[in-house]
């Protein structure tokens, strides 16, 4: 006798994976179990191809790793504005020592967010050279 439910995973993650997790309503979550065994595939694989799909029309990676740097160059202005000239924000090394700081935050907010050391890097990089600071 065969298994009607058997499972073809259509792809294979290997050593390379890293899971994204979210949870969903119990009826999404259902639907998508019942697609995977409609297709005769995991309920991974559905979430997978689903994903593709969906990112082929999102910006590109280097466009968000920009658009992330401009977002962190703002922040950065904006303590600017208004500190300058504070004790801590007045002397060119003051504002060094600051920056180092608000590099380390940034590091720690990407960091919590799941963002691998080499994308933060990335956009801390972009930020410096597109900004000069």
Same mark, same amino acid.
């Given at each position: ?13 290997? !050593? ?15 639907? +998508? #179990?019942? %697609? =995977? ?10 979430? !997978? ?15 968000? +790793? #920009?658009? %992330? =740097? ?64």
């Amino acid at each position: 006798m065969t298994d009607p439910f058997r499972i073809s995973p259509e792809e294979s993650v290997g !050593r390379d994976a890293s899971l994204v997790g979210a949870y969903v309503p119990r009826q999404l979550a259902d639907y +998508v #179990r019942l %697609l =995977a065994l409609y297709y005769n595939t995991t309920s991974s694989d559905i979430i !997978r191809a689903t994903i593709r799909e969906r990112l082929e029309n999102e910006e590109p990676e280097d466009s968000i +790793v #920009r658009i %992330l =740097a401009s977002r962190a160059y703002r922040e950065w202005q904006q303590r600017l504005d208004e500190k300058r000239g504070q004790p801590g924000w007045q002397s060119q090394d003051d504002l060094h020592k600051r920056f180092n700081e608000f590099e380390y935050e940034m590091k720690q907010t990407l960091f919590k967010r799941k963002i691998t050391l080499p994308k933060i890097m990335e956009v801390l990089e972009q930020m410096e050279s597109t900004y000069g600071v």
